[in-house]
């Protein structure tokens, strides 16, 4: 089955980049996500990547996917404080049904002044 | 910007009680999901709907459990008999089509069985 994990907690200064890795087994898998998660509210989509690309850019946010090893990063430049935030990453399928998504258990960060 | 409502934002309610979730997905999306998120654990999968059909389910999502768009914008989560193990953060989301689409979450609903 699907299993998508992440390491569960990131402290950064201001100002530095932060990396967020995930790793995940199933190697059909097509899509793959992050989510932002502020305190008290719900999923922010941030940024995803499709299967067949291995680097995505976008602001701030750098995605580096590595097929190979199963491995997925999230690179956030000149992190801020208001960057403080639980980072899920998740991976989908490309199947006729639904388009379930798998959540990894979620990498809390911590940006510090 | 469009977005994905939830409400109650909060419920609590006693065990065995049924209770239900409502959703007001983004107008013109097709695809719409349940997901839940107990605490200090990861956010799981329960049930995808289109066309008015469940598309896809999880284990999680037994016969307790049941879904509806009952008008053409509320889709809601009824469970019947709630356990305390249902406690959990409840998130709707929903996405224009199914196949590699974005899924937009609403902000949750906190459900707390006593």
């Known amino acids: 089955g699907e299993d998508v994990e992440q390491s569960l907690f990131l402290s950064v200064r201001e100002g530095d980049s932060s990396v967020i890795n995930c790793t995940y087994t199933?190697?059909?898998?097509?899509?793959l996500y992050w989510y932002k998660q502020e305190p008290g509210a719900g999923l922010q989509l941030l940024t995803y990547i499709f299967s067949n690309m291995d680097m995505k850019q976008d602001q701030r946010l750098t995605v580096l996917l590595n097929k190979k090893d199963k491995h997925l990063s999230l690179r956030i430049a000149d992190t801020q404080t208001g960057d403080s935030a639980i980072y899920f990453c998740?991976?989908?399928?490309?199947?006729?049904?639904?388009?379930?998504?798998?959540f990894g258990g979620g990498t809390r960060v911590l940006v510090k002044p | 910007e469009p977005e994905v409502t939830q409400t109650p934002s909060h419920q609590v309610t006693q065990m065995g009680q049924e209770v239900i979730l409502r959703c007001v997905p983004i107008?013109?999306?097709?695809?719409f999901y349940w997901y839940r998120q107990i605490l200090g654990q990861k956010v799981e999968f329960l049930v995808s709907f289109y066309n008015n059909e469940i598309s896809e389910k999880s284990e999680i999502f037994d016969d307790q459990f049941s879904v509806e768009r009952p008008d053409g914008s509320n889709f809601t989560l009824k469970i019947r008999s709630t356990k305390l193990e249902d406690s959990a953060m409840y998130f709707c989301?929903?996405?224009?089509?199914?196949?590699?689409?974005?899924?937009?979450f609403g902000p949750g609903t906190r459900l707390l069985v006593l």
């Open positions: 998740a991976e989908s399928k490309n199947e006729a049904a639904g388009n379930k998504l798998t």
């Open positions: 199933d190697s059909s898998s097509t899509y």
């Open positions: 107008s013109n999306h097709l695809y």
């Open positions: 989301a929903s996405s224009p089509r199914g196949l590699g689409e974005t899924q937009y």
